[in-house]
């Protein structure tokens, strides 16, 4: 069997580096395809790159720009026939103003913690990166997860219910209508709620096509990477998990995947999440 194909989009920093490092250190047979906005900025991805020399390929995609998307996927399909998973993590997480909090970008308040701090500006890029994007990147590559191979999740007996690809969605508890009782946070609680959306509807759609597309979305928890950093205060220790514990735990989920758990939104634990 031909290696299977991990696409990683948002791989510069947080949990997309570590899936991406993850499945080289952990899944000998895999290679992947890493998408950034700014591979000349990532420099742990290039660390990870000359590590995994021949087995990662680093690839520009701005999932604002649906140009770039098209070109990512047209580059994609020239180097390989098949994606077996796609996860989509990159998200931004507004500061004051609705303003992007990059690293290195300077101090900001926390952001659209009541509606006084709700900038329209703010909402359109938020919901434009978190649900947009994922959603373009399934609309330009689900072709290549069709023509998986079923490398990860579980495969029934029956052919029938067998899957070709995977798509991940990295949504936040934040995300779910049912689960907010709190308030606050508007376009990025508002954007992951979209994004929900967006993955019911492509796993009704990509799981009538023969052969089906699993699509989900998994909560990571709370993770110490730079978008909830202005948050870690307020966790307590053993609530805030590393990059790599998270994505261990999602890659169990994974691991566990098949059509029967499609169009839904798991927790890191592999609990489904209300919408
Ligand atoms: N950390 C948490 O506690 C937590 C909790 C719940 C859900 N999540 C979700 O987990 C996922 C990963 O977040 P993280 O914690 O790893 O955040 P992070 O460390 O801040 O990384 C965010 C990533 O998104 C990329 N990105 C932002 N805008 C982009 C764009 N327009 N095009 C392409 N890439 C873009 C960033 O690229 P640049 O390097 O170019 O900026 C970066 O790679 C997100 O979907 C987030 O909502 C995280």
């Given amino acids: 069997m031909a290696a299977p194909v991990v696409l990683v989009q948002g791989a510069s920093r947080g949990l997309g580096l570590q899936f991406c490092r993850h499945i080289l250190t952990r899944r000998a047979a895999a290679v992947v395809i890493a998408t950034c906005r700014s591979p000349e900025d990532a420099a742990e991805l ?3 790159t000359a590590q995994h020399a021949g087995r990662i390929t680093v690839l520009r995609m701005d999932v604002n720009r649906e140009d770039d998307v098209r070109r990512a996927a047209h580059t994609v399909r020239d180097t390989v026939t098949r994606i077996d998973l796609l996860l989509n993590a990159a998200a931004t997480l507004p500061a ?3 303003r992007e909090r990059r690293p ?3 101090r900001l308040r926390e952001g659209e913690t009541s509606l006084r701090d709700v900038t329209a500006e703010g909402v359109i890029s938020t919901l434009t990166t ?3 994007g994922p959603l373009l990147v399934g609309k330009y590559f689900s072709g290549l997860l069709q023509k998986g191979g079923g490398g990860f999740g579980q495969q029934p007996a029956e052919r029938a219910r067998q899957h070709s690809g ?4 990295i949504t936040a508890k934040v995300g779910s209508i049912g689960d907010n009782g709190l308030g606050g946070w508007y376009s990025y609680r508002m954007s992951k709620a979209a994004l929900n959306m967006a993955t019911r509807n492509l796993s009704i759609e990509l799981g009538r096509s023969r052969p089906k597309v699993v699509c989900v979305s998994v909560h990571p928890g709370t993770v110490d990477t730079d ?6 205060k307020n966790v307590p220790k053993d609530k805030l998990f590393s990059a790599e514990v998270s994505v261990n735990h999602l890659m169990s989920i994974v691991d566990a995947l098949n059509m029967e758990k ?4 798991y927790n890191w634990d592999g609990t489904e999440l209300p919408w």
């Fill in 227 to 232: 978008l909830s950093r202005p948050y870690h």
């Fill in 46 to 48: 290039r660390v990870l």
């Fill in 130 to 132: 978190n649900a947009v």
């Fill in 104 to 106: 290195g970008g300077g």
């Fill in 96 to 98: 004051e103003g609705g």
């Fill in 166 to 169: 995977i798509m991940v969605n």
């Fill in 262 to 265: 499609t169009g839904k939104a």
